[in-house]
């Protein structure tokens, strides 16, 4: 993603999904000559899959609080895309993203390792998810990541594909999330999503501001993200915000 966001902290370039996701070096250092792709391919589908499909169900679970996730759907990702492995009663709707819901130019798009624990609400469900449904099926099908960008594109261009809706957001405090090699599972945030707007509408990105935000372009929507002191299990984030 090619937003911009302040660096009170060292923070992620918010995307899709995850989530989600891709972390900054730092847009006000010093240019450095490009290192080569750590992950240039698309990895063998075993690798982004989870064999022990409970172990899924939990990881996605871990998100929220158990007062929000217990009640959730969850859905697990399998060789056809997500489906439905527990039923829900609270609206929320519970999943693990892969790295394809980075964006295109994101060295960690590819990166089989990474899981992103994210739990939205009904509002995010119909208006969020649909995007990430929709590049996985694309990614499951052998599509390219430039393919799979036109594929959106086209699809936002003949609305079949939403905008954000009112309230949509989501929880990522899972402990165990792995967002790319550096970060590790950096810190529990909850995140917005928002048709493409201003940052300066929340006072995001300024020094001293909670609030961090970053457009997706491609998706066409704003998304801010607010770091929160606690994971979904209660315990304190002790990492450094720096």
């Known amino acids: 993603m090619k937003g911009k966001i302040a660096r009170t902290m060292s923070s992620p370039i918010v995307t899709f999904p995850i989530l989600i996701l891709a972390f900054a070096s730092g847009a006000a250092r010093p240019q450095q000559p490009a290192a080569p792709a750590p992950y240039p391919n698309m990895a063998p589908l075993e690798q982004y899959l989870m064999p022990d499909r409970s172990a899924e169900i939990a990881l996605a679970r871990s998100a929220a609080p158990r007062a929000i996730s217990d009640d959730a759907e969850v859905m697990v990702l399998t060789r056809q895309g997500y489906e439905t492995a527990a039923k829900g009663t ?13 964006p295109e130019d994101d060295p960690n798009f590819w990166n089989p390792k990474l899981r992103g624990p994210i739990c939205f609400n009904a509002a995010a ?9 929709m590049k996985t099926q694309l990614i499951l099908a052998g599509k390219s990541k430039a393919e799979m960008f036109r594929a959106i594109e086209s699809a936002l261009d003949k609305k079949e594909l939403p905008s954000p809706e009112r309230d949509a957001m989501c929880y990522m405090l899972s402990k165990q999330q792995y967002l790319d090699d550096k970060a590790g599972h950096w810190h529990p945030h909850v995140m917005f999503f928002v048709p493409l707007a201003a940052a300066a509408a929340w006072g995001a990105n300024l020094d001293g501001s909670p609030v961090m935000a970053a457009d997706a372009p491609q998706d066409r929507m704003s998304i801010f993200m607010i770091p929160v002191p606690r994971w979904s299990d209660g315990t304190l984030d002790e990492s450094p915000m720096n």
């Open 90 to 102: 609270n609206g929320f709707l519970c999943i693990v993203e892969r790295g394809w819901t980075a």
């Open 125 to 133: 469900v119909r208006s969020y998810l649909p995007h990430t449904f």
